[in-house]
Antibody, heavy 121, light 107 residues
């Protein structure tokens, strides 16, 4: 079955960087776009970014544009998110998620357990 | 960006009740509307995609409808395991956006 395991979260000071990873298994990773969604403590879901199946296309939410970059290594079945210039308001649980459809962005059918990023001085 | 507005923000209901949650998009999104369920401390779970297509394994008491700007998620007979927060999300164009969530609580 599909499994997504995030790692790399932790406590970081404002202005610093962090890289999250998402290890995927149970499906052909190279055939599916992957996304990140975050949830600040006690708040709703916020869409963060998407990367296409081949890594050639990505889109970002307005709040992270220019600071967060996605990449993927299809040989290692791993998704990454480089988070630069972190702000206090980036504090959240970050979920990686798999797109449901083959090379098409319609919805997210599998999610990881999430990793907490806390930005604090 | 497309704004998604859910109502109500919370609803108190009893087991067996019919519950309806509404989601409105700030512009037409055809049927590119998704519903997720989230329980405390857990990742979201896909319930409905393409406005009305039930995800495999989701009980038939859940149903989605709508097109354009107005959408509805209905739980026909609320069960104890359905107490959770529900989110709509538009998949019409990036950046995808979520509604603010509707918490279904025990009455």
């Amino acid at each position: 079955q599909v499994q997504l395991v995030e790692s790399g979260g932790g406590v970081v000071q404002p202005g610093r960087s962090l890289r999250l990873s998402c290890a995927a298994s149970g499906f052909t990773f190279s055939n599916f776009g992957m996304q990140w969604v975050r949830q600040a403590p006690g708040k709703g879901l916020e869409w963060v970014a998407v990367i296409s199946h081949d890594g050639k296309v990505q889109y970002h939410g307005d709040s992270v544009k220019g600071r967060f970059t996605l990449s993927r290594d299809n040989s290692k079945n791993t998704l990454y998110m480089q988070m630069n210039s972190l702000r206090v308001e980036d504090t959240a649980v970050y979920y990686c998620a798999k797109e449901k459809d083959f090379r098409a962005s319609h919805c997210l059918d599998s999610w990881g357990q999430g990793t907490l990023v806390a930005v604090s001085s | 960006d497309i704004q998604m507005t859910q109502s109500p923000s919370s609803v108190s209901a009893s087991v067996g009740d019919r519950v309806t949650i509404t989601c409105r998009a700030s512009q037409g999104i055809s049927n590119w509307l998704v519903w997720y369920q989230q329980k405390p401390g857990k990742a979201p779970k896909l319930l409905v995609h393409a406005a009305s297509s039930l995800q495999s394994g989701v009980p038939s008491r859940f149903s989605g409808s709508g097109s354009g700007t107005d959408f509805t998620l209905t739980i026909s007979s609320l069960q104890p395991e359905d107490f959770a927060t529900y989110y709509c999300q538009q998949a019409h164009s990036f950046p995808w956006t979520f509604g603010q969530g509707t918490k279904v609580e025990i009455k």
